[in-house]
């Protein structure tokens, strides 16, 4: 069974940084790409960036080019997002989703809402 578990979530003044983390099991690790979505209070769930476990590949939504570091720990079966300059529109749950290859990071972003393996989320709330 595949299970996700995201931490590090916290309160930040803008312009600060967290680091999110999302702990893997139940699978393969290299045979899964992990993405960061998050999901602002009104709005709808949205794609931070995704990452191929097997290969460190990644992929990045506009919002967090330049800002934000997505890595693979191999050897923790870990996902980060690394989350540099953050802003308060940043506020949002921050949830960690897997997808098996080779839908990966493509499935992922176009059919979000066919993504089956998802954690709990952690609150990220950015004060101004």
């Known amino acids: 069974e595949v299970q996700l578990v995201e931490s590090g979530g916290g309160l930040v003044q803008a312009g600060g940084s967290l680091r999110l983390s999302c702990a893997a099991s139940g699978f393969i690790f290299d045979d899964y790409a992990i993405g960061w979505f998050r999901q602002a209070p009104g709005k709808e769930r949205e794609g931070v960036s995704c990452?191929?476990?097997?290969?460190?590949?990644?992929v990045y939504q506009d919002s967090a080019k330049g800002r934000f570091t997505i890595s693979s720990d191999k050897a923790n079966d870990t996902v980060y997002l690394q989350m540099n300059s953050l802003k308060p529109e940043d506020t949002a749950v921050y949830y960690c989703?897997?997808?098996?290859?080779?839908?990966?990071?493509?499935?992922?972003?176009?059919?979000?809402?066919?993504?089956?393996?998802w954690g709990q989320g952690t609150q990220v709330t950015v004060s101004s």
């Open positions: 989703a897997a997808e098996a290859l080779p839908g990966g990071c493509i499935l992922m972003n176009e059919h979000t809402n066919a993504v089956s393996s």
């Open positions: 990452i191929y476990n097997y290969d460190g590949h990644t």
